[in-house]
C-alpha cells in the first residue's frame, strides 16, 4: 500500500489515526479535576508537536541516518519562518505559497551551508554548521534589518501589500487560512466533562506532518535511505565502491533543511511573526536533543521526542509552587515543604534542568534514545513472561530489514 | 599491450623515494603479483592506482584510459575493485545491504536519488545481490550484521561486494595477512575459484610467498621502490636479485 | 598607525578570555580526547565565583545608630561588614574592593572541585564512546551547570566590580608618545591580559619543565605506549583535567569586571571558543593561544566604523567567516596536526 510493506503501512496508519485523533488523546483529564493540567489538548501546544516533530523528523534524515551531526539546523527554521511572514505580507494569506517558499529559500540555502560545511566530516562539520547558524542569526539582527526588521521580529502590517487577497478593508490584522479556513478556528466540543477542541491550524500542521512522515518512510525504505546508512559506516568504502559520497551527504542535508524549513514556515503560519531567536544555537541544540532522546536513526524517534519535550516543556512550566502545594497538602508541614522545594527545583522555571538532566541520563545510558528503551522493556517483559523459554532475543531492529518477508 | 598500464611513475615523500620509475603491466585475465620485502613501495603503488596518491610523474592507463587525476569513485566506475588488507565493509549494515550498495552502484552509477523507490521493489537488483551470496556461501547469513561476522566471513562479503560490481581488474592488498593457514587457504581456494569462473583480471600485493605462488601467473618483484625483476613463478623462484631482496631482509630481522 | 594599536589593545582583552578558554579546551580534547561542550559553562561558573566571595566578604550585620535617623525620622540602621568589624574598617573595606583578584585564590580549588567531579563522575565514562556522544552528554551537562547557577543567582546579570584602584581609564598612547587621548585604555582590561599572559605561561612552562607535564605532553602524542611504561596516565589526565578546569575558572573571575555575570555568559563563550580551537587546530596548545588573541583583535578591529562602513555587519560574523575560511583552506587549522578528528 503506498509504496509501504504491511509493517510500514500499518505504522503509517496508527499515526494517522492517532494525529486525528490527538485533541481527544491528549485531554484524558475531566476539565475540573486535579489533573486537569496534564492535559495537552489545546492547540498551542498541539500545533507545536506536530510542527516540531516534522524538524526533528528532517533532523533525523541527515543526523541518523548519515552520522553528521549539525548544530546550526535552527537556522533553516528561521530562515523559513521569515519567508512564509514575507509571502503572507506581500502576497497572500493563504498559507500554501508561504510554505512553499519557506521549504524553497531554505533548500537554497541548505545548498549553500551544506556544499560548504559538508567538505568535512566529525567535529569540524559540527562548528562549521553552528559557525554559519550562528552567521545567519548574527545577520538577522544586523545588516539584514530591512528583511528580518531586528531585535522586533518580522510581524504582520495593514498596510502591506497582500496583493492576491485584495484590499483590508478592516482595521485588524488579516489571520493565517487554508483557502478561506483560519487557521486560528476551533471548533469546541463539550463531552464527558472535557472541552475538546479541534483546531484548525492543528490539522493542517497535522495532515502536513504525516505527508512529512509518509515521505522519511519511503526514504528510509529506498536505496537512497541505505546509502545515507552506509555513509555513516564507512565513507571509504562507498568510494571504493564507485559511489560519490558528497553528492548522497549533500542530498540528506538539503532535503533535512527543506523539512526544517518546512517547520519554520508552518510556525508563521500558526502565528505569524517571526524572529531571530529562533535560529539561536540553542534552538538547534533543542532538535538534536529532541531526536536523541527519542532514539536518533530510528523512524519514531524523533516524533516521539519532539512531542514528549513539547509536553513536558508545556505542562512542567505550568506546575508552580502553589500546583505542588496544592498535591502535597496531605504530607506533614516541614514535609510537605522539603518535597514541594524538592520538586519545584524541576518544575516551572526549573524545566531547563529536567531536560538536562534527561538528556545526560539518555545518552550516557540509553543512547537509542526512547524507542530502544520501549524495546527493552519489552524485551524484559518478554522474558519475564516465559521464563522457561531462556533469554529471547531483543528484536533485531527497529526498521525491520526490507528483505525479511512481509508479515 | 595489458589492461592496466603503469609508466615510469615516482613518487617522493619528503627527501624519500617512494617509488622510482616503476613500469608495470598487467595482461587481461591473468593475475599478477606484485611481491617486495617491507617497504618496497608496494603499497604506495596501489594507491596510486586507485586514485588515492597521485605520482609525481608517469602516467597511469586502464583500457586505454587514463588514471591519474581521477577520484577513487571515478576509477572503480572503470571497472577496477579493490580489496583492502583489513576487509573493510559496513559493519551497521546487514550482510546482504552490504552486497546491495554495489549492486545499485554497479546500476545507478556513482550518485543517483532514488528516494522514493523501496528497496523491495528492485527486484533484479537483489537477485543480483543473492546471487553474489550464493556464490561466497554466506547467503544463510545475510540478516547478520557485518560487524558481528567473523573475520574470514568479513572477508568474503568484501570479495562478495567487489565481484557484484563485475569488476575488470580486481586489485588486492595482502588479501590473508594476518590470516591463519586455514583461513589463508580458503582465501587462495576463493580467489582461484573467481578467477576460473569469471575471468576477473587480478593484481595482488602480497607478502605470503605461499599465496604468492599459488594464485600468480606473472609476478613482479618490487625492492626499494624499483621492480628488480617481472616474470613466470617458476622463474622467480630460484633467481639470484630476488634472494638478495628477501634474504638481506632477513639478515636484518 | 594609533587607530590599529588601538584596535588592536581592545582586542586583547577579550582574545585573552578566549585563548585562555581555548587552552583549557584543547588541554582536554589534548589529553583525554574529549570534546567539552560543557567548558563555558565552567567559565561562567568562575564568574559566579567572583560574585560568590564578592557577597561572601559583604556579609554585614546591622546596628542601630541612635544619634542618626533616616528620612522617615526612625533611627537609621548601619550595615557593617562583618570582615571590617573583624579586621578593622581599612582592612576589612580593602578585603572587600578586592574580592575579584582575591576570588582567584577562591576559585582554584572550587574548579579543581568541579572538575575532579565532572571527570571522575561523567567524562570518564566517554572516553571510549563516540564524539558526537561527548558533545551530546556534555551539552546536557552545560544546561544543568547553567541552570543550577540561575536558580541561586537569577537571570540577571550581577555587576561585580574591580578594585578601585583599577577602575578608570589611563592614556596608553601618550605613553607611546602618540597624541594624548588618543588611546584610552581601561586599567582592569591590561591587567586581564597580563593576567591571561601569566596564566598561559605558567600552563606552557608546567608542561614544558615539568616531569609531570613531560609526561602528558608524551600522553597526548601517543596514550597507549605511554600507558605501556607503566605510567598511570589516567590520573594524570583527571589531575589536567581539574587544571583546564582552573584555568577557565580564573578566566571567568577575572572576566567578571568586564562583562557582569550572567547565567548564559558560558554557552555565549562556548560557541565562539570552539571556533578559536578548531581555528588554532584542534589539538594544538600554541594554536588556541594565538587563534584566540588572533579573533579577539580581528574581531575589535571588524568593529571599526571604517571597516563596518565599507562591510555593513561584519563585526558580528567576522569570527564564524574567518572559522569557515580556514576550515576549508586549511582543515588543520592554524597550528593544528594532520589526521586529528579527521575521522
Known amino acids: 500500500m503506498l509504496g509501504l510493506n504491511k509493517k510500514d503501512a500499518t505504522f503509517l496508519l496508527i499515526v494517522v489515526l492517532l ?24 492547540p498551542d501546544l498541539m500545533q507545536k508537536v506536530a510542527i516540531f516533530g516534522i524538524f526533528a523528523v528532517g533532523f533525523n534524515i541527515l543526523f541518523g541516518l548519515t552520522g553528521y551531526l549539525s548544530f546550526g539546523h535552527a537556522a533553516f527554521l528561521g530562515v523559513g519562518s521569515y519567508a512564509a511572514v514575507w509571502m503572507f505580507k506581500l502576497l497572500t494569506m493563504n498559507v500554501i505559497p508561504a510554505i512553499l517558499l519557506a521549504m524553497v529559500v531554505s533548500g537554497l540555502l541548505a545548498v549553500v551551508i551544506g556544499f560548504i560545511s559538508l567538505r ?47 484590499t483590508n478593508e478592516s482595521a485588524s490584522l488579516p489571520v493565517t487560512n487554508i483557502f478561506g479556513l483560519a487557521m486560528n478556528s476551533s471548533y469546541k466540543v463539550e463531552a464527558l466533562n472535557r472541552v475538546f477542541t479541534f483546531n484548525v491550524g492543528f490539522y493542517f500542521c497535522g495532515i502536513v506532518a504525516i505527508l512529512a512522515f509518509y515521505i522519511a518512510i519511503r526514504l528510509f525504505r529506498s536505496p537512497f535511505g541505505m546509502m545515507l546508512r552506509a555513509v555513516k559506516t564507512n565513507q571509504q568504502r562507498m568510494n571504493y565502491m564507485g559511489l560519490n559520497t558528497r553528492p548522497y551527504t549533500l542530498a540528506a542535508f538539503v532535503i533535512s533543511g527543506m523539512y526544517a524549513g518546512l517547520a519554520g514556515g508552518l510556525l508563521a503560519a500558526m502565528d505569524p511573526l517571526a524572529g531571530a531567536d529562533r535560529m539561536l544555537w540553542t534552538a538547534s541544540g533543542e532538535v538534536v536533543i529532541m531526536t536523541i532522546l527519542g532514539g536518533a536513526g530510528t523512524l519514531m524517534g524523533p516524533v516521539l521526542g519532539a512531542g514528549v519535550i513539547k509536553y513536558l516543556e508545556n505542562i512542567f512550566s505550568k506546575i508552580n509552587e502553589s500546583v ?84 | 599491450m595489458g589492461i592496466l598500464e603503469v609508466k615510469n611513475i615516482n613518487k617522493r615523500f619528503g627527501g624519500l623515494q617512494a617509488l622510482g620509475d616503476v613500469n608495470l603491466s598487467v595482461k587481461e585475465n591473468s593475475v599478477h603479483a606484485i611481491i617486495g620485502p617491507n617497504g618496497a613501495g608496494k603499497s604506495t603503488l596501489l594507491n596510486c592506482l586507485v586514485g588515492k596518491l597521485m605520482p609525481d610523474t608517469g602516467s597511469v592507463t586502464f583500457d586505454g584510459q587514463s588514471l591519474l587525476g581521477r577520484k577513487p569513485h571515478e576509477i572503480n566506475q ?61 547467503i544463510d547469513k545475510r540478516h547478520m550484521q557485518g560487524s558481528s561476522l567473523s573475520r574470514g566471513d568479513k572477508r568474503r562479503l568484501e570479495m562478495a561486494m567487489c565481484l557484484a560490481q563485475d569488476p575488470r581488474l580486481l586489485l588486492l592488498d595482502e588479501p590473508t595477512a594476518g590470516m591463519a593457514r586455514a583461513d589463508t587457504n580458503n582465501t587462495i581456494d576463493l580467489l582461484k575459484e573467481i578467477h576460473e569462473k569469471r575471468d576477473i583480471t587480478m593484481a595482488i600485493i602480497e607478502h605470503d610467498m605461499h599465496v604468492v605462488f599459488s594464485l600468480a601467473d606473472r609476478i613482479t618483484v618490487l625492492a626499494q621502490g624499483t621492480p628488480l625483476v617481472e616474470d613466470t613463478p617458476d622463474n622467480i623462484k630460484g633467481h639470484p636479485k630476488v634472494k638478495e631482496a628477501y634474504l638481506g631482509e632477513t639478515q636484518q630481522v | 598607525m594609533d587607530g590599529i594599536l588601538l584596535q588592536i589593545l581592545n582586542g586583547l582583552d577579550k582574545g585573552s578570555a578566549y585563548a585562555l578558554i581555548a587552552l583549557g579546551l584543547t588541554l582536554i580534547f589534548g589529553t583525554l580526547g574529549v570534546v ?19 557577597r561572601l566578604l559583604s556579609l554585614s550585620f546591622e546596628t542601630v545608630d541612635p544619634t542618626k535617623t533616616d528620612f522617615l525620622g526612625n533611627p537609621a540602621t548601619i550595615k557593617t561588614p562583618y570582615v571590617e568589624a573583624w579586621f578593622g574598617p581599612e582592612f576589612g573595606g580593602a578585603l572587600i574592593d578586592w574580592a575579584v583578584p582575591l576570588a582567584i585564590l577562591f576559585s582554584i580549588p572550587v574548579m579543581i572541585v568541579v572538575g575532579y567531579v565532572m571527570e571522575r563522575g561523567l567524562i570518564k565514562h566517554f572516553y571510549k564512546r563516540p564524539h558526537a556522544d561527548q558533545i551530546l552528554v556534555t551539552f546536557g551537562l552545560a544546561i544543568v551547570l547553567q541552570e543550577v547557577i540561575k536558580y541561586f543567582y537569577g537571570a540577571n546579570p550581577i555587576s561585580t566590580p574591580a578594585p578601585e584602584v583599577f577602575i578608570g581609564s589611563f592614556d596608553f598612547g601618550m605613553m607611546l608618545g602618540f597624541d594624548p587621548n588618543v588611546i584610552i585604555y581601561p586599567y582592569w582590561r591590561l591587567v586581564y591580559f597580563l593576567f591571561a599572559a601569566v596564566i598561559i605561561g605558567a600552563v606552557f612552562s608546567f608542561l614544558r619543565f615539568t616531569t609531570f607535564g613531560m609526561v602528558v605532553r608524551a600522553g597526548m602524542a601517543d596514550r597507549e605506549t605511554v600507558g605501556l611504561l607503566g605510567i598511570d596516565i589516567d590520573r594524570r589526565f583527571t589531575i589536567m583535567f581539574g587544571l583546564a578546569a582552573a584555568v577557565a575558572g580564573m578566566a571567568g573571575v577575572m572576566y567578571a569586571p568586564i562583562l557582569s555575570p550572567n547565567y548564559h555568559m558560558g554557552m555565549d563563550f562556548l560557541v565562539l571558543s570552539f571556533v578559536v580551537v578548531v581555528v588554532g587546530g584542534m589539538g594544538s596548545l600554541p594554536g588556541a593561544v594565538a587563534a584566540g588573541f588572533l579573533l579577539g583583535i580581528l574581531e575589535s578591529f571588524a568593529s571599526m566604523n571604517e571597516v563596518k562602513s565599507i562591510l555593513p555587519g561584519i563585526d558580528q560574523i567576522v569570527i564564524y567567516l574567518v572559522a569557515i575560511i580556514i576550515l576549508l583552506t586549511r582543515p588543520r587549522g592554524l597550528m593544528g596536526k594532520r589526521g586529528v578528528m579527521e575521522e
Open chain 1, 120 to 166: 568535512r566530516s566529525g567535529i569540524y562539520f559540527s562548528i562549521l554548521t553552528l559557525a554559519f547558524a550562528q552567521m545567519c542569526y548574527k545577520l538577522a539582527y544586523s545588516v539584514l534589518t530591512p528583511i528580518t526588521n531586528g531585535e522586533t521580529g518580522l510581524q504582520l502590517a495593514l498596510s502591506d501589500p497582500r496583493i492576491l487577497d485584495g
Open chain 2, 78 to 138: 572503470l571497472g577496477i575493485s579493490r580489496v583492502f588488507q583489513t576487509p573493510e565493509i559496513f559493519g551497521d549494515l546487514t550482510v546482504m545491504e552490504n552486497v546491495l550498495i554495489p549492486c545499485f552502484a554497479k546500476r545507478d552509477g556513482a550518485f543517483r536519488l532514488n528516494a522514493l523507490t523501496s528497496i523491495a521493489q528492485e527486484p533484479d537488483v537483489r537477485a543480483k545481490a543473492e546471487q553474489m551470496l550464493i556464490d561466497v556461501n554466506m
Open chain 1, 19 to 42: 494525529t486525528l485523533f490527538t485533541p481527544i488523546i491528549m485531554q484524558p483529564f475531566a476539565a475540573n479535576s486535579g489533573l486537569d493540567q496534564f492535559n495537552g489538548g489545546y
Open chain 1, 324 to 407: 505542588l502545594h496544592s498535591w502535597f497538602h496531605w504530607l506533614p508541614d516541614g514535609l510537605e515543604h522539603a518535597v514541594v522545594w524538592v520538586f519545584a527545583r524541576f518544575t516551572g522555571e526549573g524545566w531547563h534542568l529536567t531536560l538536562g538532566l534527561t538528556f545526560m541520563l539518555v545518552v550516557t545510558f540509553l543512547p537509542g534514545g526512547l524507542v530502544e528503551g520501549t524495546r527493552r522493556i519489552k524485551s524484559l517483559m518478554a522474558r519475564l513472561r516465559r521464563p522457561k523459554a531462556g533469554r529471547t532475543e531483543p528484536k533485531a531492529d527497529d526498521q525491520p530489514s526490507p528483505f525479511k518477508k512481509p508479515l
Open chain 3, 36 to 54: 567539552n561542550f560543557a567548558h563555558g559553562a565552567i567559565f561562567m561558573i568562575g564568574a559566579f565565583c567572583a560574585v560568590t566571595l564578592s
